[in-house]
């Protein structure tokens, strides 16, 4: 079955420490997606890309990195820099964009990320 | 102000109700319209998707865009305890930046 896959579920970090979030799908699809939500303030777009080896800052990229090596996989690293890491990440793909074209996402199930 | 408004809730209902769901956009270039469906620690799921202005039916669920308002509605008919979730609208765009910008989502309790 096709499906986009994120892990681990649940991530502890300890002040000062980077740590990657793994995204993969098998979905084909040519762009993905990292999106943080906080209760109360939806989904905030941190990163994007439509193609390998391409991406794009969103609205609350600081303290984030991402990497697109391969078609299948967007890891997402929270540097030490993002001051208030705690929150639940969603990573999602889709079609690339353009024209009158279906490109609604498909999501994983997302990581809860703490900092303890 | 944000770019894409939408009513946190909660809203509940009883079982059998129509529910309506909205929400307002300030940016013009949106032409594409989604509507997303999130159970508890789960990720979002699309329900419904519109480009334009009009309406879409799927079932028990009816979208309506109307962007000389900006605003977008979701219609559930004969709602079920099933359709309690957190309903998130998203809005994306043919030019510039090609990723969809989320409305906040509005929760919604069904009561058997």
Same mark, same amino acid.
Not at chain 2, 14 to 41: H, K
């Given at each position: 079955?096709?499906?986009? $896959?994120?892990?681990?579920?649940?991530?502890?970090?300890?002040?000062?420490?980077?740590?990657?979030?793994? +995204?993969?799908?098998?979905?084909?699809?040519? !762009?993905?997606?990292?999106?943080?939500?906080?209760?109360?303030?939806?989904?905030?777009?941190?990163?994007?890309?439509?193609?390998?080896?391409?991406?794009?800052?969103?609205?609350? !990229?600081?303290?984030y990195?991402?990497s697109?090596?391969?078609?299948?996989s967007?890891?997402? $690293?929270?540097?030490? !820099?993002?001051?208030n890491? $705690?929150?639940?990440?969603? +990573? !999602?793909?889709?079609?690339?964009t353009?024209?009158?074209?279906?490109?609604?996402?498909?999501?994983?199930?997302g990581?809860?990320?703490?900092?303890? | 102000q944000?770019? #894409?408004?939408?009513d946190?809730?909660?809203?509940?209902?009883?079982? %059998?109700? *129509?529910?309506?769901? =909205?929400?307002?956009?300030?940016n013009s270039?949106?032409?594409y319209?989604?509507?997303?469906?999130?159970?508890?620690?789960?990720?979002?799921e699309? /329900?419904?998707?519109?480009?334009?202005? %009009? =309406?879409?039916e799927?079932?028990?669920?009816?979208?309506? #865009?109307?962007?000389?308002?900006?605003? *977008?509605? /979701?219609? *559930?008919?004969?709602?079920?305890?099933?359709?309690?979730?957190?309903? /998130?609208?998203a809005m %994306?765009?043919?030019?510039g930046?090609r990723?969809?910008?989320?409305g906040?989502g509005?929760? /919604?309790?069904?009561?058997?």
């Amino acid at each position: 079955d096709g499906g986009i $896959t994120q892990s681990p579920k649940y991530l502890f970090r300890k002040e000062g420490q980077n740590v990657t979030l793994s +995204c993969e799908q098998n979905l084909n699809h040519d !762009a993905m997606y990292w999106y943080r939500q906080d209760p109360g303030q939806g989904l905030r777009l941190i990163y994007y890309s439509q193609i390998v080896n391409d991406f794009q800052k969103g609205d609350i !990229a600081e303290g984030y990195s991402v990497s697109r090596e391969k078609k299948e996989s967007f890891p997402l $690293t929270v540097t030490s !820099a993002q001051k208030n890491p $705690t929150a639940f990440y969603l +990573c !999602a793909s889709s079609r690339r964009t353009g024209g009158n074209v279906n490109y609604g996402y498909t999501f994983g199930s997302g990581t809860r990320l703490t900092v303890v | 102000q944000k770019e #894409v408004e939408q009513d946190p809730g909660p809203l509940s209902v009883p079982e %059998g109700a *129509i529910v309506s769901l =909205n929400c307002t956009y300030s940016n013009s270039a949106f032409q594409y319209f989604m509507w997303y469906r999130q159970y508890s620690r789960k990720g979002p799921e699309l /329900l419904m998707y519109t480009y334009s202005s %009009g =309406n879409k039916e799927d079932g028990r669920f009816t979208a309506q #865009v109307d962007k000389s308002s900006k605003y *977008i509605s /979701l219609f *559930i008919r004969d709602s079920q305890p099933s359709d309690s979730a957190t309903y /998130l609208c998203a809005m %994306g765009m043919d030019t510039g930046r090609r990723a969809l910008t989320f409305g906040s989502g509005t929760r /919604l309790q069904v009561q058997p």
